[in-house]
Every structure is written in structure tokens, then in C-alpha cells.
């Protein structure tokens, strides 16, 4: 639509101008917003792109950040004697952990942030 406009200006300048309408100024301050307008829109694409991008980073880096610390739990349940009274409190977090996995249901999950065990 905004370019019909401009378009009209240019075919209809006379005319326009005949009406009394100063029609240069008010051709040059719509194009300068259209201008602005694109710029902004194509800022706006860009964050969207960044955002996404980052989300995606984001989401890995959990996800690997889950898979170091199963691991590391893992490793503290063998280091401590597998029926251990701090294993077993281990493998209850363990089980939190898996739990919460199972429900997130989504890639946009909870985070897993298992909580302090007392010895």
C-alpha cells in the first residue's frame, strides 16, 4: 500500500501540486519512514536469527551439561561402594534426575539441578 502511495506521488505530482498540496516534503518524509521502517524490520529479523541460534546453543549445552553430570553421579555412586547409605542417596537423586527428564516432555525442559546430599 505504501507503495502505491509513493508511486502516486510521483504520477500525480502535478496534480497534487496543483491542489496545494506540497507534495515534495510530504513524498520525503514518507520515504524516510518507509526507509526507517525497513531498517528496523531487518534489525528485528536479525535478533529473531540470533535469538534463535542461541536458543539452539542453549539447549545442547544442557543437554551435554545433563550428560556430565549423569555421568559424574555415576562415577560418585561406584567411588562410595554401591550399597553405601551415600550411594544410596546418590541413586535418589539419580532417580530425581531421570524423573525429571522423563516429564519435561520438551526440548524447553526444566533444568536438572540436582539438590545437595548430606553425608
Given at each position: ?91 535418589r ?7 525429571a ?19
Open positions: 500500500m505504501i507503495e502505491k502511495i509513493e508511486d502516486l506521488q510521483v504520477t500525480e505530482r502535478t496534480t497534487l501540486l496543483a491542489g496545494g498540496l506540497e507534495i515534495d516534503a510530504l513524498r520525503t518524509r514518507l520515504l524516510a519512514q518507509h526507509k526507517k521502517t525497513n531498517a528496523s524490520n531487518e534489525k528485528q529479523e536479525t535478533y529473531k536469527r540470533l535469538l534463535k541460534a542461541a536458543t539452539e546453543e542453549h539447549e545442547q549445552d544442557l543437554k551435554q551439561l545433563y550428560v556430565i553430570g549423569s555421568s559424574q553421579l555415576d562415577m560418585m555412586i561406584g567411588a562410595v561402594d554401591k550399597n553405601s547409605v551415600a550411594a544410596k542417596n546418590f541413586r537423586i539419580r532417580s530425581k534426575i531421570t524423573m527428564d522423563e516429564t519435561a516432555g520438551t526440548e524447553n525442559g526444566p533444568a536438572i539441578s540436582p539438590t545437595p546430599v548430606k553425608s
